[in-house]
């Protein structure tokens, strides 16, 4: 990745005001224990991910950061990581803003998502996070997909102008939604 984070038992990094591109790999990994806090950064043009975090016990709060045109999502959480994003612009990657497999978490709160290749937001394989007061607009796909025995719970969320459904739902997936606002198609269940 263009930077990794520490693999030590316990590793804490403040990056701030960064600008990263990495043409061939993901912007930034966050894979162990590491818990870095990314805070006014800019991610863009990478091969792979914006940023991946992944494993059970990854964390991490991005705050207030562009990430956009990565070669893959956004962010893309896996294996259980529970990261915190915040106030965020995730816009015009070529896979979903943010994509969450393999039993990955997280508090995703106030953040613009926008313009990206396929969802939104897409939740898969008993993933489980946390979408709130999100604005997730102009998507080629849908706002939400969560599918594959996905789950999660989306509050207060703002979807509207994307390509497809607003949010569906599909192979035994179980989300629970509330006081969102989808603005563009009926709520649409595969």
């Given at each position: 990745t263009g930077v990794q984070t520490c693999a030590l038992p316990i590793c804490r990094l403040l990056m701030e005001r960064v600008h990263i591109q990495a043409r061939d790999l993901a912007g930034i990994g966050i894979r162990g224990d590491a818990d870095p806090l990314i805070r006014n950064c800019r991610i863009h043009d990478t091969g792979q991910a914006g940023v991946l975090i992944s494993g059970k016990q990854a964390r991490g709060a991005i705050v207030d950061t562009e990430i956009s045109a990565a070669g893959k999502a956004c962010v893309e959480v896996a294996d259980?990581?529970?990261?915190?994003?915040?106030?965020?612009?995730?816009?015009n990657c070529k896979a979903s803003g943010v994509f969450v497999h393999s039993r990955g978490r997280g508090t995703y709160e106030d953040n613009e998502i926008e313009g990206n290749a396929?969802?939104?937001i897409e939740v898969l394989a008993r993933s489980s996070p946390i979408v709130r007061g999100n604005r997730i607009h102009g998507g080629k796909e849908s706002g939400v997909l969560v599918s594959n025995e996905g789950r999660g719970t989306f509050e207060g969320n703002d979807i509207f102008g994307n390509l497809l459904s607003g949010v569906e739902i599909t192979q035994q997936a179980n989300p629970r939604f509330r006081r969102s606002?989808?603005?563009?198609?009926?709520?649409?269940?595969q």
């Open positions: 259980g990581a529970d990261p915190l994003l915040r106030r965020n612009r995730l816009h396929l969802a939104g606002e989808e603005h563009t198609s009926e709520l649409q269940s």
